[in-house]
C-alpha cells in the first residue's frame, strides 16, 4: 500500500487557491480512478482505491498547510508504512506554471507543509512538485500562493490535473522518470 497526499488548506474559500493544487490533483486522481466516497480520518480525509495494481490511500489533511504532517504521520504509523511509501503533491514556487516534477528528499523550500510532514515522518518521502510559478519578490509569495488561479489559467490547470490522472500508474510503479515524461508530453499537445 502506498499513502499519497495531497496539501492544502481545508475549506470552500481555499478551493481554487494555487497552495491547494495538491488538493486538486488527489481528487482528480481520486475520480479517474473510482476511488471510494471520502471518509473522515486520520485529521482529514481518506479515499481508498488502485492505481494499476498498486492499492492507494489517498489523504488530504484537514489541518491546515501548517499542520499536514500531524495527519500524514497518523496515516503512516497506523498502516504501518515507511517514508519510502509516502508521495506528497504540493505547490512548488520554484517550477514555472503546470510543471510537473518528481523528487525524494531533498528541502522544504519554506513550504509549510512540507515542513511539517518532515518534522512528523523524516525527510525520504517522494514529492510531486506542482509549478505555480513565482511572482516575483519575496514579499508578494503569501497572496500570490493564498489566491486564486485567474480565469485564463484554469485550461491549462485543468490539463495538468488531467494529465497527472492518466499517468498515474507510472507514479504508482515507482517509474518516476516515465511518469514526469509522459506528463510533459501530453502537456505538449
Given amino acids: 500500500m502506498q499513502l499519497w497526499v ?3 488548506n481545508p475549506g470552500a474559500q481555499y ?8 488538493f486538486m490533483a488527489a481528487d482528480a486522481i481520486a475520480e479517474t480512478y473510482d476511488f471510494s466516497p471520502e471518509k473522515k480520518g486520520f485529521h482529514g480525509w481518506v479515499r481508498e482505491g488502485r492505481v494499476g495494481t498498486d492499492k492507494i490511500l489517498l489523504l488530504k489533511p484537514a489541518t491546515f498547510m501548517n499542520e499536514s504532517g500531524r495527519a500524514v504521520g497518523d496515516a503512516l ?3 504501518k508504512l515507511t517514508e519510502g511509501d509516502v508521495t506528497v503533491f504540493h505547490d512548488e ?7 510537473v516534477k518528481v523528487k525524494t528528499g531533498g528541502g522544504t523550500a519554506g513550504h509549510n507543509g512540507l515542513r511539517s510532514t ?3 515522518i523524516g525527510n525520504a518521502f517522494r514529492r510531486v512538485r506542482l509549478g505555480i510559478g513565482h511572482p516575483g519578490h519575496k514579499d508578494r509569495v ?11 489559467e484554469i485550461d491549462p490547470l485543468a ?9 498515474a500508474p507510472r507514479l504508482a510503479a515507482g517509474d518516476d522518470a516515465r511518469f514526469m515524461n509522459d506528463v510533459a508530453l501530453r502537456l505538449a499537445d
Avoid at 514556487?93 to 510543471?99: I, S, V, W
Wanted: aromatic share 12%.
Fill in 6 to 8: 495531497g496539501l492544502g
Fill in 15 to 22: 478551493a481554487l487557491h494555487r497552495h491547494n493544487v495538491g
Fill in 77 to 79: 504509523r497506523f498502516y
Fill in 93 to 99: 514556487l520554484d517550477l514555472l506554471p503546470f510543471k
Fill in 118 to 120: 518532515e518534522a512528523h
Fill in 142 to 152: 503569501s497572496g500570490y500562493v493564498l489566491g486564486n488561479y485567474a480565469k485564463a
Fill in 159 to 167: 490539463d495538468m490535473l488531467g494529465a497527472i490522472a492518466a499517468e
